[in-house]
């Protein structure tokens, strides 16, 4: 259960802050940033694509995720390695970019504030 799942019950906005669309949104960050920095030169753009397919929710262990969040501090620190374990294991490359320049309080702010946008339209 989400902390702000009681107060959501009976809205929309409960799937709006869900746990998976939390961590979508972080994902969502992921996928753009590889994007963007392909478009800019940063990354090569053949990582672009392993990086952008791996960026699911549904593939995420939920359960590992939670438990190493409680060591990181936060969740975008194992996030970030699941995820590119699954990236290593398509393209060993690609998994060198993931994250690239970023840091984790990008991804987390990002994470928090994607559902919303998402849950009103704005994209």
Same mark, same amino acid.
């Not at 009681?6 to 809205?11: C, G, T, V």
């Not at 669309?21 to 753009?32: N, S």
């Not at 392909?38 to 791996?54: H, K, L, N, Q």
């Given at each position: 259960?989400?902390?702000?799942t @009681? ?5 929309p #906005? =409960? $799937?709006?802050?869900?746990d998976a +669309?939390?961590? +979508? ?6 996928? &753009?940033l590889? !994007?963007? !920095? &392909? /478009?800019?030169?940063?990354? @090569? @753009?053949? /990582?672009?694509?392993?990086?952008? /397919? /791996?960026c ?5 262990d939920? &359960?590992? #995720? ?12 194992? #996030?970030?390695? +699941?995820?590119?374990a !699954? ?15 970023? =840091?984790?309080? $990008?991804?987390?702010? =990002?994470?928090?504030?994607? @559902? ?8």
């Open positions: 259960m989400s902390l702000l @009681p107060m959501l019950r009976s809205s #906005l =409960t $799937d709006w802050f869900s +669309q939390r961590v +979508q949104g972080m994902l969502d960050f992921e996928a &753009a590889a !994007q963007a !920095q &392909a /478009a800019c030169g940063m990354v @090569p @753009p053949e /990582a672009v694509g392993p990086i952008v /397919a /791996a699911r929710h549904e593939a995420i939920f &359960a590992a #995720l939670g438990e190493a969040a409680v060591g990181a501090g936060n969740l975008a620190i194992p #996030l970030v390695k +699941q995820l590119t !699954q990236v290593k294991a398509q393209d060993p490359e690609a998994a060198r970019y993931v994250h690239w320049g970023a =840091t984790s309080q $990008d991804a987390i702010d =990002t994470g928090l504030v994607a @559902p919303a946008a998402r849950g009103a339209g704005c994209r």
